[in-house]
């Protein structure tokens, strides 16, 4: 089931750019062998932050370390999705985990065909509760059975949801991360998880119900700066960090964040430099869209690793 996609179709001031005509080359193909096709998730959005639907090929411009690529593939269709749920269950959710519960089964209510998608919960330690599966039923069981309790291993969480991610079966791949508050309890750190992200094809996406710290000299400086830091890692993939001032507003911000990946963009190119020396390459990506339209803002991983030897 797909959710009512929140969009803006491009029709203003007299023009109107149609979603693209399928071509052979609309999905990504699979990798050559002599080179590697960078995969590029884009979100294109109005100053609502309304998807923005109807872009086609020449509307984008991509580059790596400053040098412009050219885009070999384009799709601007609602390909397959990998994704991982991982769910803070640490003591301090309390009540608020049910509600957390009601947010995932929302994201899952909009799994299509194709879909598949893993479940890793957090609090002393990090656990993988149901691996990838077609079935959101399976992860909806499991998350019933989930009961709060312990400190929060949320840096550990996330390398655990990267380290599945691995398996993958499909190019598009995202983690949601629900959580109320920072880490406490990891092996981890932010330094190494940041880095981990990094080299990860994955956008991170965060939710959760940040409560305002009243005293920051009392409270361990991983508690008071973790919705910051899941909003860095956020935006370095791509994605997006939502915080609610009440948790029952959790199912409405996952609805949000489903009609974004269903609303994506996805270019592909070949790297003009074939260098196989697993250095970090920046990235930009750029929307050009017709005269007259009202301004667009995009968001895009910010790198990647090349590949090694």
């Not at 080179?35 to 923005?52: H, I, Y």
């Not at 990946?261 to 390459?281: E, H, I, M, T």
Request: charged letters at 25%; aromatic letters at 8%.
């Amino acid at each position: 089931m797909r959710p009512a996609s929140a969009f803006i179709p491009l029709a203003f001031a007299g023009f109107c750019l149609s979603a693209p005509a399928q071509t052979p080359d609309v999905h990504v193909p699979d990798i050559r062998v002599d080179t590697t096709l960078v995969v590029v998730p884009v979100n294109v959005s109005d100053s609502l932050n309304r998807s923005v639907i109807g872009l086609d090929r020449q509307n984008f411009r991509i580059f790596e370390d400053g040098v412009e690529q050219r885009v070999a593939h384009f799709s601007g269709e609602d390909a397959p999705l990998s994704v991982g749920l991982i769910v803070d269950t640490s003591g301090s959710m309390g009540l608020k985990l049910g509600t957390t519960q009601k947010a995932a089964a929302e994201f899952l209510n909009t799994m299509n065909a194709g879909d598949e998608a893993f479940l890793v919960e957090f609090s002393d330690q990090a656990r993988l509760v149901q691996d990838f599966t077609t079935e959101p039923k399976e992860i909806e069981h499991q998350l019933e059975a989930l009961r709060p309790g312990g400190l929060t291993a949320l840096l550990d969480g996330v390398n655990l949801g990267v380290a599945e991610m691995k398996k993958a079966k499909n190019p598009r791949k995202a983690l949601i991360v629900i959580s109320d508050g920072g880490d406490n309890h990891s092996t981890w750190t932010s330094e190494q998880i940041r880095e981990t992200v990094r080299a990860a094809d994955v956008e991170v996406y965060a939710m959760g119900v940040f409560e305002p710290v009243l005293f920051p000299g009392l409270m361990p400086a991983e508690e008071v700066s973790g919705p910051k830091f899941l909003a860095k890692l956020a935006e370095q993939t791509g994605g997006r960090a939502f915080g609610a001032k009440y948790d029952d507003q959790l199912p409405g911000i996952a609805e949000r964040i489903a009609v974004e990946l269903r609303n994506q963009y996805v270019l592909g190119y070949y790297p003009k430099n074939s260098a196989r020396d697993g250095k970090y390459r920046k990235l930009e990506v750029k929307v050009d869209v017709p005269k007259g339209f009202p301004a667009v803002k995009a968001r895009w991983r910010l790198g990647y690793y090349a590949a090694t030897e």
